[in-house]
């Protein structure tokens, strides 16, 4: 069964540093999103891109956020400078017309 | 707006128990429901769709719209059940985001 890869599946950064999360979407999925799952809360969306642009985006994701779809496979969602407050499991998933697959989430601590 | 209510943080069943995961919703228009399932902090996994009207591992749900539930059933807990159930939405289609409930953990005791 296809899967969506998620790498690293353990990042620890410094406060203030930048982060890039990768994933590689189901190939034949045309939406893509980032959710986030801070440690005992509920998953949170970040944003949703289709067709090279972001179609959705919560009030979480500020100017801090960034995704980027750089060649035909990976999706990548950058944090430019991050904070304590952003340590959290963060899933990224893909769907076409009949549901969403997610990875399986990479932990970022920041430290 | 639209939310996704699950009232029980924690369930909590003897094996071969029944077991209700409740999940309520508010939204105008027709939503689509899911749950889903993560175990022991793995990848969230689709459990059910109510457009499909499948059942998977046992478990069924139910859309009420005059309720606005879609709880999660099913008649005999097996200990392999234990994990994190959420309930979500999507307004209106598949597309879209994904809006999550707190989530319910199931523990199954032997």
């Known amino acids: 069964e296809p899967e969506v890869t998620q790498t690293p599946s353990h990042q620890v950064t410094q406060m203030g540093q930048e982060v890039i999360l990768r994933c590689v979407p189901i190939?034949?999925?045309?939406?893509f999103y980032w959710y986030r799952q801070i440690l005992g809360q509920k998953v949170e969306f970040l944003v949703s891109?289709?067709?090279?642009?972001?179609?959705?985006k919560s009030e979480i994701f500020d100017d801090q956020f960034s995704v980027e779809r750089p060649d035909g496979s990976n999706f990548t969602l950058k944090i430019r400078s991050t904070k304590l407050e952003d340590s959290a499991m963060y899933f990224c998933?893909?769907?076409?017309?009949?549901?969403?697959?997610f990875g399986s989430g990479t932990r970022l601590t920041v430290v | 707006a639209q939310r996704v209510t699950q009232p029980e943080k924690l369930l909590s069943v003897f094996k071969g128990a029944p077991v209700e995961l409740k999940c309520n919703y508010s939204y105008s228009g027709s939503p689509e429901l899911f749950w889903y399932v993560q175990y022991s902090r793995q990848r969230l996994q689709l459990l059910l769709r109510h457009i499909s009207r499948e059942s998977i591992k046992g478990f069924t749900a139910d859309l009420n719209k005059g309720e606005t539930s879609f709880h999660l059933k099913k008649p005999f807990a097996q200990e392999e059940d234990s994990a994190m159930y959420y309930c979500?939405?999507?307004?209106?289609?598949?597309?879209?985001?994904?809006?999550f409930g707190r989530g319910t953990q199931l523990t199954v005791w032997p």
């Open positions: 190939s034949n999925h045309l939406y």
């Open positions: 998933a893909s769907s076409e017309p009949y549901g969403y697959t």
């Open positions: 979500a939405l999507i307004r209106g289609s598949t597309l879209g985001r994904l809006y």
């Open positions: 891109f289709y067709n090279n642009e972001i179609s959705e």
